[in-house]
């Protein structure tokens, strides 16, 4: 398990540097960083994008990477019962951003320890890890982003590395 966790950490360290290192570089020399079409049909998808997918193609480490952040939201349907939507996001082997809906499964309630089972028992049943867990969002009610005992902080017990960012939609 500790191999497991060092081993996780270092890809993470060398993906975060590899990020830090194209920033860095596009800072020095001034450049943008976004281009005018960053599509997957583009010949040119902006400096940052270009210069990372280069690093990828050149280093195994960066490229072998499959860390994905995890998207969670729960609300009622119209019968009145509670489901538990879970999106992640992932990177593909081109280096483009994916979201996907992968699951909306009922839920008895919508306490932090609820939706920390049923997120567990949905890693275990598609042999996911959460040592590729890189990042959590959900909306800011309670029972996600408590301090103390919200699925933020439990999720974060298990994998210090899964930051939380505030849901963007809300």
Same mark, same amino acid.
Request: proline residues 2%.
């Given at each position: ?5 060092? =081993?996780?950490?270092?890809?993470? /360290? ?30 040119? /998808? ?31 349907? #119209? ?19 994916? =979201? ?64 939380? #960012? ?5």
């Amino acid at each position: 398990m500790v191999k497991q966790l060092e =081993e996780a950490r270092m890809s993470y /360290r060398t993906c975060l540097n590899a990020s830090i290192d194209c920033t860095k570089f596009l800072l020095r020399q001034g450049l943008s960083f976004r281009g005018h079409d960053e599509g997957d049909t583009s010949n040119n /998808r902006g400096n940052y994008l270009e210069l990372l997918q280069f690093l990828a193609d050149h280093d195994e480490k960066i490229k072998n990477a499959r860390l994905f952040s995890l998207l969670v939201g729960e609300a009622r349907d #119209v019968s009145i019962k509670e489901k538990m939507a879970v999106v992640l996001r992932y990177m593909d082997k081109n280096g483009k951003v994916i =979201e996907r809906l992968v699951g909306v499964q009922p839920i008895p309630d919508t306490t932090a320890n609820t939706l920390k089972e049923s997120i567990d028992a949905f890693f275990n049943f598609n042999e996911l890890s959460f040592s590729n867990l890189r990042g959590q969002d959900y909306d800011g009610a309670s029972n996600m982003k408590c301090e103390f005992s919200g699925l933020k902080t439990k999720i974060l017990n298990e994998q210090p590395c899964a930051f939380y #960012v505030h849901c963007f939609a809300h």
